[in-house]
């Protein structure tokens, strides 16, 4: 992605919740993982305006999306990113 023209990745997950013995609760660490890669603009950036490489990443509502399969719910824990990589002022 680092290279040529800006490109954009739409990514749609789910949530997936485990026990964890970490936390002694369920949790979902996968999507905590993913998180972690994802900043918003502001995050990118350094105290003198200086833009860090990095995922900039913008949840889409879904709900704004018409769903055509009529025979499956969404559910809460379905979710639409837009992905781009920054290596300069996006």
Do not use: T
């Not at 950036?45 to 969404?74: A, H, N, S, T, W």
């Amino acid at each position: 992605m680092s290279r040529g023209s800006e490109k954009v990745l739409y990514l749609a997950l789910e949530k997936r919740y485990n026990f964890s013995l970490d936390d002694l609760d369920v949790v979902a660490n996968g999507y905590a993982r993913f998180r972690s890669f994802c900043k918003d603009d502001q995050e990118c950036r350094m105290p003198d305006d200086v833009l860090l490489p990095c995922f900039v990443g913008e949840q889409i509502d879904i709900f704004k999306i018409p769903q055509y399969i009529r025979e499956y719910e969404r559910g809460r824990d379905l979710e639409l990113w837009r992905i781009r990589y920054c290596k300069k002022r996006c």
